[in-house]
């Protein structure tokens, strides 16, 4: 018949709508696992990179390879292909998580391998069901046109979905195995809408049914394998677990200490949280006998909000931090708000939950003293809350005789970025005085005051009952030995992040 004449057959649905799924899919798995990766071995940036970059690279490998499948198995090889994926990138983050327990375990490279693995066999689905459609359709560039549309409609869904409900409601072990189950769910629907034309279609349907009942039970059981997972690693019985948008939060205790880990890192023991939070905040609250209006920067787990509230001349405290999972935790856990003094419900306190830099070019207070508790500047994200324009920012929201104090990391273990926050202060025109404190958790602290006048004073009493400071520690806290002198380093800039370069590198050294 002449091509004039040809009868346009039209696009199978069910092939379209595995399209969606298939690209969700896809993107969930490096999504996840590049998340995962950056919760368990921190650096984010680095993380993201290489794995989605060898995400990218392993699909096209997997591309490269659909052209030695032969047309006639190649809805065979699609449904194959779903269930492979569908059981590999499903098991994948509860796997991660699992192995990471064992320290002898070559987890680096039993990452790698599964996003290769997993970016290979992703890399396969999209050329199959591209050419399945084309033998059920005449005008192969409806099929481009649809394929791609809802492909990148796939990539787009799981993008916000991922962050904003999978993560947080899910978390990251049983949100890949959803998204496993719905890779099997389209190779077991595709195999009984085309079972005509599979001669060996009881055989897939088993292997599917196999596959999806060993997926339901981790789904299942997900909560439990990596409860038991995480408490192998963290050692202390875990008490509390959740995963928000922002990071995961940990708590464990054992006798009398509770401790709090953040995407992994220790952020806080029960045992001598008091040094740090006094070093912290004592100091700048004795500089002046007017603070009245109190900024908190961070310092979501109310610790600093407690030292503060020992001052009855304080009228108002004002706390941003990002995640409300963090202050929710630490307004409501029994347990938790005992350590704090259940500062986060006292009716002086008000929980902004936002970004900090965000927050301050938005609001219009100013206050007599900013307590500035933020996590360590380990990746860009967090390096420019230590920014330049950052502490420019801060300086508009101080009063002229107020004072700021900045948690800036070990001037011992890591001198470079320590002195990194002093010299940013510096060039956003603030005057510092910074000090440092031993805190056994951590080993060597450091804090940076920060003023519009250059008027400081060491405190030799304190006005409010104390754990560890008095006279004599407070004046080595500003004395610094011959081993941790000032470094001529850069200021933290928002286009070149030198601190997090500094901040690595030191953390590099320190662990050798």
């Known amino acids: ?28 798995y490096e999504l996840i696992m590049a998340a995962l990766a950056s919760y368990l071995l921190g650096d984010s940036i680095l993380q993201f990179s290489t794995i989605i970059g060898l995400y990218l690279f392993s699909m096209g490998i997997g591309s490269h390879l659909t052209r030695y499948i032969s047309d006639e198995h190649a809805l065979t090889r699609f449904i194959e292909t779903e269930m492979l994926v569908g059981i590999i990138g499903g098991i994948s983050a509860l796997a991660l998580f699992v192995l990471f327990g064992f320290s002898a375990a070559p987890f680096r490279i039993i990452l790698y391998g599964l996003v290769i693995i997993v970016g290979t066999v992703v890399g396969m689905e999209i050329p199959l069901v591209m050419r399945v459609l084309h033998q059920h359709q005449a005008e192969f560039k409806e099929i481009v046109s649809r394929v791609l549309t809802f492909d990148y409609m796939g990539a787009l869904a799981v993008s916000l979905l991922f962050p904003l409900i999978l993560a947080p409601k899910l978390g990251m072990a049983r949100s890949a195995l959803l998204f496993g189950i719905l890779n099997v769910g389209v190779a077991l629907i595709t195999a009984k809408i085309f079972k005509h ?4 279609y009881k055989s897939l349907r088993f292997r599917g049914n196999i596959i999806m009942l060993v997926l339901l039970c ?7 394998i990596t409860y038991k997972a995480e408490q192998s690693y963290f050692g202390d019985p875990i008490v509390y677990s959740s995963a928000s948008p922002y990071q995961r939060l940990v708590v464990t205790r054992w006798h009398n200490d509770t401790r709090l880990f953040i995407n992994g890192n220790l952020q806080f023991s029960s045992i001598d949280e008091a040094r740090y939070h006094e070093a912290l905040v004592l100091p700048i609250m004795e500089q002046k006998n007017t603070v009245k209006d109190v900024l908190i920067l961070g310092g979501g787990d109310g610790f600093a909000a407690r030292e503060v509230l020992k001052y009855p001349q304080v009228n ?5 931090d990002l995640d409300p999972e963090m202050t929710k935790l630490f307004r409501t856990s029994s347990a938790l708000t005992q350590l704090n003094a259940n500062a986060l419900n006292h009716p002086k306190v008000t929980i902004v939950n936002n970004d900090a830099a965000k927050w301050l070019e938005q609001a219009t207070q100013t206050f007599d003293a900013i307590i500035i508790d933020l996590p360590d500047p380990s990746n860009f994200s967090l390096g420019k809350l230590y920014s330049v324009p950052m502490y420019r920012m801060v300086k508009r929201h101080l009063n002229p005789n107020g004072n700021v104090v900045v948690q800036s990391t070990s001037p011992y273990f890591a001198p470079q970025a320590f002195w990194c926050i002093v ?3 510096e060039a956003a025109g603030l005057r510092t005085l910074p000090y440092h404190a031993y805190v056994p958790s951590f080993g060597e ?17 304190y006005q409010v009952p104390t754990q ?18 000032r470094l001529n380093v850069e200021a933290n800039h928002l286009n070149t992040q030198r601190l997090v370069e500094y901040f690595e590198s030191d953390w590099r050294a320190a662990t050798r």
Not at 197 to 200: A, G, H, Y
Not at 468 to 485: E, G, I, N, R, V
């Open 197 to 200: 034309e599979l001669p060996s």
């Open 468 to 485: 560890f400071l008095d006279a004599q520690t407070t004046a080595q806290m500003f004395s610094f030995p011959k081993d941790m002198p």
């Open 316 to 320: 108002h405290i004002t706390l941003v």
């Open 445 to 461: 602290w450091g804090f940076v005051m920060a003023s519009l006048q250059d008027e400081f004073h060491i405190p030799k009493t």
């Open 1 to 28: 018949m002449p091509a004039l004449f040809l009868v346009e057959k039209p696009v199978n649905p069910a092939l379209i709508i595995s399209v969606f799924i298939v690209a969700s899919c896809g993107l969930a």
């Open 218 to 224: 981790c789904f299942w059981y997900a909560d439990q």
């Open 423 to 425: 010299t940013t202060l």
